[in-house]
């Protein structure tokens, strides 16, 4: 039986007092499943120091260098000294804005788990690539150089199917949509270590919401959900963690 993780991604919203009043509301109401939040850089050490102990940190991205000369960089080092548990890695708003291909994804994936970071690797498809039946090879391509450098490793992995046209769209994928694309996931570390695909986690991203994560979150194959503008209200995002049961 796979837990339930709920993640919070802030993106770049935020302020002191929000961390403050969105923390709070979470050790205040505890939620009964796993639950990670991820705040811009500026805030996590403020995060990490209210965060009780219902709730993990983590950051939204890190560096693919361990250290060095890299101005604005934040290394992966420094994330797990601030107590940091968690990094996203491979958000499709880095690979569309910032370039990152999938050997960047895969160092930044490779630096995090060197320094005991549990990274969560998010994939998904364009609405472009879905529409020409693309969606499938889009997610294999995502998933190979990473399952192909990490070997092993990426049994510490946690997945993250987030179609691109849903994302901040309001548009989510039907249940059934997101059910197909996280077996399809699941296959794709199937064929390298039956164990590891049924252990993996797969968590569900773009427009979640508490109207439809317990639609998603019934799903077999959709264990939690990584959460971007409905985690910036703290009722919204205790009713979405109260779906994943
Ligand atoms: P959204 O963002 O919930 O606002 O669609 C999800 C994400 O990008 O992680």
């Given at each position: ?6 993640a ?5 919203h ?17 939620p ?103 969606a ?10 990473p ?39 699941r ?5 390298r ?53």
């Open positions: 039986m796979r837990p339930k993780l709920v919070a991604n802030w993106k770049m935020g302020s002191r007092a929000m961390t403050a009043q969105l923390l709070g509301a979470l050790r205040d109401r505890p009964r499943c796993e639950v990670a939040v991820f705040p811009p850089f500026p805030y996590l050490a403020q995060a990490v120091e209210l965060a009780g102990q219902a709730v993990s940190i983590g950051a939204q991205d890190v560096s693919a260098h361990a250290q060095g000369a890299y101005t604005g960089e934040v290394s992966a080092a420094m994330l797990a000294d601030f107590g940091a548990r968690w990094v996203l890695v491979g958000h499709s708003e880095r690979r569309q804005y910032h370039h990152e291909d999938d050997v960047l994804v895969t160092a930044k994936l490779e630096r995090a788990l060197e320094q005991g970071l549990s990274p969560i690797l998010c994939v998904g498809e364009t609405l472009a690539e879905r529409e020409r039946g693309e499938e090879v889009v997610l294999a391509r995502q998933l190979a150089t399952l192909h450098l990490l070997g092993e490793r990426a049994a510490d992995l946690t997945i993250a199917y987030e179609p691109v046209w849903a994302i901040g769209t309001g548009r989510t994928a039907t249940a059934a949509q997101a059910q197909d694309a996280h077996a399809f996931i296959s794709q570390f199937a064929a270590d039956a164990k590891l695909s049924r252990l993996i986690r797969v968590l569900y991203g773009g427009s979640v919401k508490a109207a439809n994560a317990a639609d998603l979150f019934s799903q077999p194959d959709v264990d939690g959900g990584l959460v971007g503008g409905a985690a910036l209200d703290a009722d919204e995002f205790l009713a979405i963690c109260a779906a994943a049961r």
